[in-house]
């Protein structure tokens, strides 16, 4: 492809005339009538799912004396309350009392309860004759509770007691009203938790009200408990508290019919089961009905867990016969057997690998030390516990049932030694790896694993950045991107964010609040004093543990509760730091990140942070500081250390270009190197992400005015810590380096000085200029495309404008794929419209500036007060010295509240002093409205999509572009020249006008003016 003098506007492609944008047919999966976004559920929701129906409204029937037992003898209302806090059951049902049946049924009219439990004596009614006028008020579940075992032979027989859904016997523990609650909720879920989440099943076989009453709250107990020790492998608390809704359910089956019907209907999902020997069978008590139960599981599932219980003691004999769980009823150590058969055989337990003898050959606690274990158990154990469907057990019993069905149907016949393993690691990897995508993973040593991808260190907030890292995650796990672009690796760094209240801990520990706000204290004070302080041994501990996994350099970001948020953005303005973190002395290392951390918990105090907070009108006590850890996207070459590409993007474009693009069509930059480039306003390539093949350079000698010479990269050979430096480690290399690393190939083209044409690809002979034109107009990497739809996405999902930033590397050889890195997303908020009046009869002499590049929307009619650089002194070569003349103007203003506009030449708050007027926000802090000027030996593109242009559009200052040549852009500078001299330096100039200016910036309308009021004379 030859690049020709010429502007080319090649947008996409043309179908039937139309022109088409990129990426519309992935765009197409997004929008579907927002079918994506409408059907979407969060992985907390199919928790939240789970169990709809709850018992939360309970009435009690009892006559004064009964409810004076249960409470004096059981205290119930208080050990109800205690064992659901016990066993971590956050939703307490609310109890109410009557004595009477009569009193009770008035009271079901008016209230809405979940659950009636009745005792015998409730006045002159029996308790089935008043479960039966419950049912006909509303169909809700009647419990019959004894008051002893006395009173089960005097119940009538079972056809008389249709109206009673189960029949308790009250023992003096409180349990019992748990497992009635929870035994009803599992009744009226089962089908649901099922469909919802697969949840798993315990079937109780048990027809004597005795024996359930005494083993069925003592079973939910264990289930409760152990269910709760496997989820303390979980993630975080919140997922954690939600997880215990997907414990196995217990059915309780008091015939054989009930039993098979169980059965039948949920074998896939049953964990285990508990069975009498005798019970029910077609209306007759059958002895052997247990027995030939067990047998009719063994045939459809021969290694289910199964206990066979009986008052006598031969049958255990008969259950090693079964290979079955057996149970004495009359043991005192019924408890301690249930719990030994739930660890052992359900696989609530570590898991035990054996041999075909029974010897231990090691031992798993959760699915990581699992993970670990199977690259070195023998060959032999694995065949062993894989034929005998033991890794599907224990599995099940952990709630990881797509896993576990995924190993079931696999014979291990089907497998060689090493396929076996390799198959058992590809499967467990996936649980370590899947269980901890997209959630924020509480940090925890005996749960950690390096691939998890995001980690809280501590508790408190994320912060803005973290929260927006967290978000990325979010969108990318949930929304399936890596599908949609198969060929590329798309994810987020390896991510850890230290909780905001470390910051607070920090703080109080070494009293540094009275000393950061000192009103004469310096910055470098003020980092001596925060390197000095120390950070809690027990951080320091986890960020020792974690260090040994992190190979990479890193990246210790700021991440402030308002940082990166809508309104008040705090973007560029608190510290970064860049680690090579590749000391061969461990403790070094730990002590450079331990110094980051500490000069980033410094940063809200330093002078840009304070001057930023007083421009948005907030304080430095807003601005509570997490801290995010983040492993740097790219490569190492020669002492260097940077990305193949990193780059932002906007979903508003203050300045399209063509005729079909759009401000709404979004805008992105690239560059080679770390993003600081970008973000700094250094020169890149800019794009549209939906016209990806829209030049943005009117020829050649433009694009080679504006093309990248230099980059960022972490010197990686550097050792030492200089606080003192912004970012010590982060070095600014030219272009030959480039080069030499090999980095070109794939972003640059080569100019020909000879034909002055530009050839795709880079070529030794000639010189290279970074144009990405393999990427954006080749598609080699669709670039452009995962843009567009990460974009999209992240609109929708944050239902306003958004910025990112990203980052990545191109694949070595064919074994690899490309890599694009999600690094940040925030909200990008335009200020809503202005009401402008009618200026279309503006006399010209009157328009001081006036520009159709522009952001902001601003109108002030009181500004007498302009401070420009002057054209015939500006030199590139002394932008140091402009800033210095520009902070003392600044200061006289802001002291005096005089509110001025600011104009010079090239991109103000540039890190490139050659590209512009580097100046920080404490240097025009008192500007309203600032204009970027060109001239003809001096043209810079402008500002868009650094930090510094992103805080000028969150104060609402005016920003007008003005290019030299364009004829619709004025300046007038004659005008500028007459105003009243103020003060004036070698390079820059305070004028002062007799009259109030008139500012308008409309970026709507794409159209700022600086004018006269019509009144005026001059």
């Known amino acids: 492809m030859i690049f020709k003098n010429t502007r080319k506007t090649i947008i996409g492609r043309r179908q039937n005339n139309v022109i088409v944008a990129k990426g519309e047919k992935k765009l197409d999966f997004i ?46 209302s208080d050990q109800v309350y205690e064992e659901f806090r016990n066993l971590n059951l956050r939703t307490l049902p609310r109890i109410t009392r009557v004595s009477l ?62 109206y009673v859904d189960r029949i308790f016997v009250w023992n003096g523990d409180s349990k019992l009203f748990v497992a009635i609650v929870k035994h009803l909720e599992d009744k009226f879920n089962i089908d649901n938790d099922i469909k919802i989440a697969n949840v798993r099943v315990f079937i109780f076989v048990e027809d004597s009200i005795r024996h359930y009453s005494l083993l069925l709250p003592e079973l939910y107990g264990e289930i409760m408990k152990q269910t709760h020790r496997l989820i303390l492998e979980g993630s975080n608390d919140y997922l954690d508290l939600l997880k215990m809704r997907i414990r196995p359910k217990i059915l309780l089956a008091e015939t054989y019919e009930e039993a098979v019907e169980y059965f039948s209907k949920y074998k896939d999902n049953v964990l285990g089961v508990i069975t009498d020997v005798e019970f029910p069978r077609n209306g007759v008590l059958d002895k052997n009905a247990g027995i ?37 009823k009359g043991s005192h150590e019924i408890i301690s057997a249930l719990n030994k058969w739930l660890l052992e055989r359900v696989g609530f337990g570590d898991f035990i690998f054996r041999d075909e003898k029974g010897k231990e050959l090691g031992k798993a606690k959760d699915i990581i030390d699992f993970y670990e274990q199977l690259k070195v158990i023998p060959y032999e154990s694995l065949k062993y516990h894989g034929k005998n469907d033991h890794f599907s057990g224990w599995l099940n019993a952990r709630g990881e049932f797509d896993v576990a069905e995924a190993l079931k149907p696999r014979k291990v016949s089907e497998f060689t030694n090493e396929e076996l393993r390799k198959f058992l690691l590809d499967n467990f990897r996936r649980i370590v790896v899947e269980k901890t995508k997209g959630i924020v ?96 041994s027990s951080l320091r501990e986890d960020l020792q543990f974690l260090l040994k996994d992190l190979k990479k350099p890193l990246a210790i970001r700021s991440s402030s509760l308002l940082e990166d ?59 509570k500081m997490a801290v995010v850890i983040q492993e740097v996207v790219g490569k190492r070459y020669d002492g260097r250390y940077y990305p193949n590409f990193s780059g932002t993007a906007s979903s508003f474009n ?17 560059a080679l190197g770390l993003g600081r480039y970008v973000v700094e306003g250094g020169q890149s390539i800019r794009f549209s992400p939906k016209y990806p093949k829209v030049n943005y350079y009117a020829d050649i000698k433009e694009l080679l005015n504006q093309s990248q010479n230099s980059f960022y990269a972490i010197d990686i050979e550097k050792d030492e810590f200089d606080i003192e430096t912004t970012d010590p480690y982060v070095k600014k290399y030219n272009l030959t380096h480039a080069i030499k690393d090999g980095t070109l190939t794939k972003i640059a083209d080569t100019y020909d000085f000879n034909s002055e044409t530009l050839r795709t690809g880079y070529y030794q002979k000639g010189s290279p200029v970074i144009t990405f034109n393999q990427q954006l107009k080749l598609e080699i990497f669709p670039l452009a495309e995962i843009v567009n739809t990460m974009m999209e996405i992240g609109e929708k999902a944050m239902g306003s404008s958004i910025e990112i930033e990203f980052a990545g590397n191109f694949r070595s050889n064919k074994e690899e794929r490309d890599q694009f890195y999600m690094l940040q997303i925030r909200p990008f908020l335009l200020q809503e419209e202005l009401e402008f009046e009618d200026y279309s009869m503006i006399q010209k002499d009157k328009i001081i500036l006036f520009s159709n590049t522009v952001s902001g929307n601003l109108i002030r009619k009181d500004i007498n007060d302009i401070v420009f650089v002057r054209p015939e002194t500006f ?44 100046v920080k926000w404490t240097n025009i802090n008192g500007a309203i409205a600032i204009v970027e000027a060109s001239t003809a030996d001096f043209s810079v593109d402008f500002s868009q999509g650094s930090h510094f242009f992103s805080s000028i559009v969150a104060g609402n200052l005016g920003y007008l572009y003005i290019k030299h040549n364009l004829e619709k852009h004025v300046i007038n500078w004659g ?44």
């Not at 929008?31 to 979407?40: A, T």
């Not at 979010?474 to 991510?495: C, E, G």
């Not at 680690?579 to 000069?599: E, F």
């Open 31 to 76: 929008r579907g009538s927002n079918q994506l976004f409408s059907e979407y559920k969060p992985r907390y929701k199919v928790f939240h799912e789970l169990m709809k129906i709850r018992m939360k409204n309970i009435l009690i029937v009892s006559s004064i004396y009964d409810s004076f037992l249960l409470e004096e003898d059981g205290r119930l």
């Open 101 to 162: 049946a009569s009193e009770a049924l008035e009271l079901i009219k008016k209230e809405d309860f979940d659950l009636v439990i009745t005792m015998s004596r409730v006045g002159d009614i029996n308790p089935f004759s008043f479960g039966e006028k419950v049912k006909n008020i509303k169909n809700i579940p009647v419990v019959l509770l004894l008051n002893s075992i006395v009173e089960i032979k005097y119940l009538p027989e079972k056809s008389k007691r249709k």
């Open 292 to 328: 030939n139960f067990i047998k009719m599981i063994k045939k459809e599932t021969k290694n289910l867990p199964v206990i066979l219980q009986s008052s006598k003691k031969e049958y255990q004999k008969i259950a090693d016969e079964l290979a079955c769980f057996f149970i004495y």
């Open 441 to 536: 993973n509480d940090f925890n040593k005996d749960s950690y694993h390096p691939e998890i991808l995001f980690l809280r260190l501590r508790p408190g907030s994320l912060g803005g950045k973290g929260r927006g890292v967290a978000f990325l995650m979010f969108l990318i796990h949930s929304f399936k991107l890596q599908d949609l672009f198969p060929d590329v690796t798309i994810t987020i760094p390896k991510t850890i964010v230290i909780g905001t209240d470390e910051f607070d801990k920090f703080m109080s520990d070494n009293n540094l609040y009275e000393f950061a706000h000192k009103p004469n204290v310096t910055d470098k004070q003020i980092k001596e004093k925060f390197v000095k302080a120390k950070l809690s």
């Open 565 to 623: 948020s809508a309104y008040q953005p705090f973007a560029g303005i608190f510290e970064t730091y860049m680690l090579p973190n590749n000391n061969p002395d461990n403790k070094k290392r730990l002590n450079q990140l331990c110094t980051a951390i500490k000069l980033v918990y410094a940063s809200p105090f330093l002078k840009l942070a304070r001057t930023y907070a007083e421009l948005i009108d907030m304080t430095v006590e807003q601005s």
């Open 654 to 670: 203050f300045y399209p270009i063509g005729h079909y693009m759009k401000s709404e069509d979004r805008i992105a930059s690239v």
């Open 875 to 918: 030199d590139k070569t002394k932008t140091l010295e402009i800033v210095q003349e520009i902070d003392e103007l600044n200061a006289i203003l802001s002291d005096k509240n005089l509110p001025y506009i600011l104009i010079g030449f090239g991109r103000w708050g540039t890190a490139d002093r050659f590209l512009g007027i580097p």
């Open 975 to 1018: 005008w500028l020249r007459e105003q009243k001299i103020v003060e004036e330096k070698k390079y820059v100039v305070h004028v002062q006008t007799e009259v109030p200016l008139i500012v308008r910036v409309d970026a709507k309308r794409k159209e700022g003016m600086v004018f006269l009021p019509s009144s005026s004379k001059e």
